[in-house]
């Protein structure tokens, strides 16, 4: 099945640090992947939808010059947190795949992002 | 407003019980629905997608239900095990012109006991 994998999974760095995460579609090519965070005991929350070859869409209230999306290829997209503060630690979470119709869309397994 | 809930939030059962969960949805225009898996540290797992047309859809031990016209959907699980422990997500799709833009509901916590 389709398998989508992100990097790194943990990370822990700190305040003032700006922090790259890689998310890849490995048997597939995703032409969108969507970026979301999720704080502890909450749901999934989307951040950005990442476009190749073209700028990304940010949800509202998402800063886009503090969260970089790049979508260079059609396997690979990242997101680097700018100058991480504490406040942006999170679990970050990509997804590829999903159009339409009746495919799902596939997750990574997430970054665990700790900004001390 | 696109919205999607679920009920209960936390459920707690015992080993080999079964027990279903509620998710309620007001999105439009509707394109699919889908019941994730997401086990603590780890992203989400697709369990089921049913499509407007489809009632009940069966993934070994999760049956999924689906009634358009009350906009509800139904995750039941059968002979639950200590690995069903995990976080149930429903998630219903938008259809847009070129990909479904997803809206998440906030989960119900499922911990099986022994």
């Known amino acids: 099945g389709a398998v989508v994998s992100q990097h790194p999974s943990r990370v822990i760095c700190k305040s003032g640090t700006s922090v790259k995460i890689e998310c890849r579609s490995l048997?597939?090519?995703?032409?969108?992947m969507f970026w979301y965070r999720q704080f502890p005991k909450q749901s999934l929350m989307l951040m950005a939808t990442?476009?190749?070859?073209?700028?990304?869409?940010?949800e509202q209230g998402v800063e886009k010059d503090k969260f970089l999306i790049n979508h260079a290829s059609l396997t690979l997209s990242t997101l680097t947190v700018t100058s991480a503060h504490p406040e942006d630690s999170s679990f970050y979470i990509c997804?590829?795949?999903?159009?339409?119709?009746?495919?799902?869309?596939?997750f990574g397994d997430g970054t665990r992002l700790s900004i001390l | 407003k696109n919205q999607v809930e679920q009920s209960p939030q936390s459920l707690i059962i015992l080993e080999g019980k079964n027990c279903t969960l509620q998710c309620n949805y007001t999105v439009s225009p509707f394109s699919n629905l889908r019941w994730y898996k997401q086990d603590t540290g780890r992203g989400p797992v697709s369990l089921t997608i049913m499509t407007f047309s489809e009632n009940t859809k069966s993934n070994g031990r999760y049956t999924a239900t689906l009634d358009a016209d009350t906009k509800q959907s139904s995750l039941h699980i059968t002979a639950s095990q200590l690995s069903d422990s995990a976080s149930y997500i429903c998630v219903v799709s938008l259809s847009y012109a070129s990909y479904d833009k997803v809206i998440f509901g906030p989960g119900t916590s499922l911990s099986v006991i022994p």
């Open positions: 997804s590829a795949g999903g159009g339409q119709g009746d495919q799902p869309q596939h």
């Open positions: 048997d597939f090519q995703a032409t969108t």
């Open positions: 990442s476009n190749e070859g073209s700028k990304a869409t940010y």
